[in-house]
């Protein structure tokens, strides 16, 4: 697909960013970071459908269910979504098919250096215990964050 408007409509994309893949749907998971919002767009479909953040695509948050220019998103096994919210500083995590999210790295609006704070997460992994790791773009570091 080839634009170059941003747009908010379920068929264009604004500043898309992270991508990961879920095998069970085949499907990609997007974050659609300039809508504020992380969307689901199934292989060969026409459209794509919103998963977790704002579905006008025209404002940013602070809320549990907001996101503020999200850049990195993954799954886990059990299905939970994580993501990097990079102007909230931030990773969110949403339990599977809920809408609230709790704040499991960094702090909301909140930039820091020290071991809990962020500054601009872009990007997010596990390793096989689903340690979380993260990119700390302004504090030019990767945190490790323990399951828990």
Same mark, same amino acid.
């Not at 919210?85 to 990773?91: F, I, L, S």
């Given at each position: 697909?080839?634009?170059?408007?941003?747009?908010?409509?379920?068929?264009?994309?604004?500043?898309?960013?992270?991508?990961?893949?879920?095998?069970?749907?085949?499907?990609?998971?997007?974050?659609?970071?300039? +809508?504020?919002?992380?969307?689901?767009?199934?292989?060969? $479909?026409? /459209?794509?459908?919103?998963?977790?953040?704002?579905?006008g695509g025209t404002f940013n948050g602070i809320s549990p269910s907001t996101l503020?220019?999200?850049?990195?998103?993954?799954?886990?096994?059990?299905?939970?979504?994580?993501?990097?919210?990079?102007?909230?500083?931030?990773?969110?995590?949403?339990?599977? $098919? /809920?809408?609230?999210a709790t704040t499991i790295a960094g702090k909301t609006g909140m930039v820091g250096?020290? +071991?809990?704070?962020?500054?601009?997460?872009?990007?997010?992994?596990?390793?096989? /215990?689903?340690?979380?790791?993260?990119?700390?773009?302004?504090?030019?570091?990767?945190?490790?964050?323990?399951?828990?």
């Open positions: 697909m080839h634009s170059t408007v941003c747009g908010t409509s379920t068929v264009q994309l604004c500043q898309p960013h992270g991508l990961f893949f879920e095998q069970s749907s085949n499907s990609l998971l997007i974050a659609n970071s300039a +809508a504020y919002n992380i969307v689901r767009w199934v292989l060969n $479909d026409t /459209q794509w459908s919103i998963v977790v953040g704002n579905s503020n220019y999200p850049t990195d998103v993954m799954l886990d096994p059990m299905g939970n979504i994580y993501v990097a919210d990079r102007a909230n500083h931030r990773v969110q995590f949403f339990m599977a $098919d /809920q809408s609230n250096s020290n +071991a809990t704070l962020l500054s601009s997460p872009n990007s997010i992994t596990f390793d096989n /215990q689903l340690n979380l790791y993260v990119t700390d773009g302004y504090n030019h570091r990767i945190q490790k964050f323990s399951r828990y």
